[in-house]
């Protein structure tokens, strides 16, 4: 595709279920971002990725967050246990290197809604 | 600690005045810095990097080392300007996260 994708849309779940967000980067895009958006808020960095390996998961809140890469494409990612606060929109970004100098492309993000 | 900061959650200005958007950053390294926007029901998107020295839709950003600032600046706002920005750093060094500031809704009234 022409940019970078994210499924799906919309996520509505319950509290304590497991849910998976997907992201298609931009095709030859070795660097991948996740971040968190609340209402109000800034983007929050949660994960970094260059090719298969986390290389900066330091925004990850807790032990439910999880990422991962497999083929250094698509990312999934994963949270167990959903609770009310992980309600936000869930962004993707990918960039082409992971040097300071390259722009990064953004998805459109998954709304997560957990009731 | 790395940090963006955006003091001004909402700024409305009218057409055809000057905009300022400030943006003052902490870091210890070499940052390079970026202003993203994000218009109505579209993907957040780059706007402009300081060290292409460009300017996007007349908008420019000076770097200010000294004063820690990369405010994003136009001197004739439009209305199709009304949007969400936000400032955003990196280390032009190495490989890493990009960290944003929390953004200032820009609201340009005909």
């Known amino acids: 595709g022409a940019g970078v994708s994210q499924t799906p849309s919309n996520k509505v779940t319950e509290k304590g279920k497991y849910v998976e967000l997907r992201c298609d980067p931009i095709?030859?895009?070795?660097?991948l971002y996740w971040y968190r958006q609340s209402l109000g808020q800034g983007p929050e960095f949660l994960i970094y990725?260059?090719?298969?390996?986390?290389?900066?998961d330091s925004g990850l809140p807790n032990d439910r967050f999880f990422a991962v890469r497999p083929e250094g494409s698509v990312s999934t990612l994963k949270i167990q246990r959903t609770e009310r606060g992980d309600s936000a929109v869930y962004l993707c970004?990918?960039?082409?290197?992971?040097?300071?100098?390259?722009?990064?492309?953004f998805g459109q993000g998954t709304r997560l809604t957990v009731v | 600690a790395q940090r963006v900061t955006q003091p001004e959650k909402l700024l409305s200005v009218f057409k055809g005045a000057p905009v300022e958007l400030k943006c003052n950053y902490s870091?210890?390294?070499?940052?390079?810095l970026f202003w993203y926007v994000q218009y109505s029901r579209q993907r957040l998107q780059l706007l402009l990097r300081?060290?292409s020295r460009e300017s996007i839709k007349g908008f420019t950003a000076d770097l200010n080392k000294g004063e820690t600032s990369f405010h994003l600046k136009k001197p004739f706002a439009q209305e199709e300007d009304s949007a969400m920005y936000y400032c955003?750093?990196?280390?032009?060094?190495?490989?890493?996260?990009?960290?944003f500031g929390s953004g200032t809704r820009l609201s340009i009234r005909p």
């Open positions: 970004a990918s960039s082409l290197s992971p040097g300071g100098n390259t722009e990064a492309f």
């Open positions: 095709s030859g895009h070795t660097a």
């Open positions: 990725f260059q090719g298969t390996g986390a290389a900066d």
């Open positions: 870091y210890s390294g070499s940052p390079e």
């Open positions: 300081h060290i």
């Open positions: 955003a750093l990196k280390d032009v060094s190495s490989a890493s996260k990009i960290i």
